[in-house]
């Protein structure tokens, strides 16, 4: 697998937008103790925020010299994402999210303004940016071509996906087939792409948006029960046996499912869905 020369990057920005907005504040006084007003702490305004996008997109461009940057927002609307209105799962989803920087909405219009970025209205990011890459995957395998299209983001839910994927923190450019694959790195550390490890995120659950998984199983005993799979129906019936051997309803493996997986198509909001039809 290779990526084609001048590809078409797909860009979740929500990732910088929140990053770039942590970095400047609102200016911060305190009152002392003898009645003064001192600035307590120095903070960068709106436009350190804005430089750091800048250099965010130099970099994307000097590293892998696109001839395109797609770059996707979710909405600014919780209640356009349909995963916060998905019933039976053991905690609320992402309840455990800090609230947003001051300067969140302003990061924001600055990636629309600058970098024509598109707002997903229907949802979150991770599915607009999913639908467009699954389209471009399909399309490269039928033609057996170099890939012409690369996900970028720090965002580990990406890596259930097929073909390339960018990690701008680490500079890794990883490439998977629709099943992937499963890297147990040390007993705290899986790695993985493809289904294989949406099965992964199945058992483990994902403490970033506050999904319990099936409770106490970490990535040592995750990799002891998939590493076997070579199949899609196996690798599926495996999370399905494990979900009723623990005592976990079939009502919280579907609720779990529906909040992991990242759209292919339009209106997919659960993976594969003769599988669960089949098995449970």
Request: with cysteine; net charge positive; hydrophobic share 35%.
């Amino acid at each position: 697998m290779k990526l084609s020369d001048q590809p078409i990057l797909i860009l979740d920005a929500d990732i910088p937008a929140y990053a770039s907005a942590s970095s400047c504040e609102k200016d911060l006084k305190v009152m002392e103790a003898d009645g003064s007003i001192e600035d307590h702490k120095f903070y960068f305004n709106e436009t350190h925020g804005q430089l750091l996008i800048d250099q965010y997109m130099d970099r994307l461009n000097d590293t892998l010299m696109p001839s395109k940057i797609i770059s996707i927002l979710s909405s600014a609307d919780k209640g356009a994402n349909y995963r916060y209105k998905v019933k039976h799962a053991a905690k609320e989803y992402k309840a455990t999210r800090k609230p947003r920087p001051y300067y969140h909405g302003h990061m924001r219009n600055y990636f629309v303004n600058k970098y024509n970025a598109e707002v997903y209205e229907q949802g979150e990011a991770d599915d607009k940016i999913g639908m467009i890459a699954y389209e471009q995957y399909i399309a490269s395998v039928e033609y057996g071509a170099k890939f012409r299209y690369c996900i970028v983001s720090t965002d580990k839910d990406f890596n259930q996906f097929p073909g390339p994927l960018f990690n701008p923190m680490t500079g890794n450019l990883t490439f998977s087939d629709m099943f992937g694959y499963l890297n147990l790195v040390n007993p705290k550390k899986l790695l993985g792409r493809g289904f294989k490890f949406f099965c992964a995120q199945m058992l483990m659950g994902d403490t970033a948006d506050n999904i319990l998984g099936v409770r106490n199983i970490g990535p040592k005993k995750c990799y002891k029960y998939l590493r076997g799979m070579s199949t899609y129906k196996g690798a599926w019936k495996k999370v399905v046996d494990v979900y009723k051997e623990k005592g976990v309803s079939m009502n919280e493996l579907k609720a779990n499912a529906s909040l992991l997986w990242i759209t292919h198509e339009e209106g997919r909001r659960l993976p594969h869905h003769h599988l669960i039809e089949e098995l449970l």
